[in-house]
Nanobody, 123 residues
């Protein structure tokens, strides 16, 4: 059974940093494109970042220059380093994985999805 488990969320002051982790079981992450999405209260889930099987990376404009996605295939884990956090980054963050080589920017693109981790940034 495939599981994606996010961790690392929490509460932080504006300007602070957090590192999220997405750990996979039941699949080998190296063969998947993995993405992060987020959903704030009352808003639709939005794309944050993705890393492809060949380590191609893409970011949403709203996080470019502040967030860094990376993967450790040996640990079957993808990370999202979030720096210079802003109040508007507050959301539940989800990871998702798909065997496609193309980094889709909509949640439905991804076959496997995690349950999310809460990130709260206080102003």
């Amino acid at each position: 059974q495939v599981q994606l488990v996010e961790s690392g969320g929490g509460m932080v002051q504006a300007g602070g940093s957090l590192r999220l982790s997405c750990a996979a079981s039941g699949l080998t992450f190296s063969g998947y494109t993995v993405a992060w999405f987020r959903q704030a209260p009352g808003k639709e889930r939005e794309f944050v970042s993705a890393i492809t099987r060949s380590a191609g990376i893409t970011y949403a404009d709203s996080v470019k220059g502040r967030f860094t996605i990376s993967r450790d295939n040996a640990k079957n884990t993808v990370y999202l380093q979030m720096d210079s956090l802003k109040f508007e980054d507050t959301a539940v963050y989800y990871c998702a994985a798909d065997p496609s080589a193309v980094p889709g920017r909509v949640p439905d693109w991804y076959y496997y999805r995690g349950q999310g981790t809460q990130v709260t940034v206080s102003s």
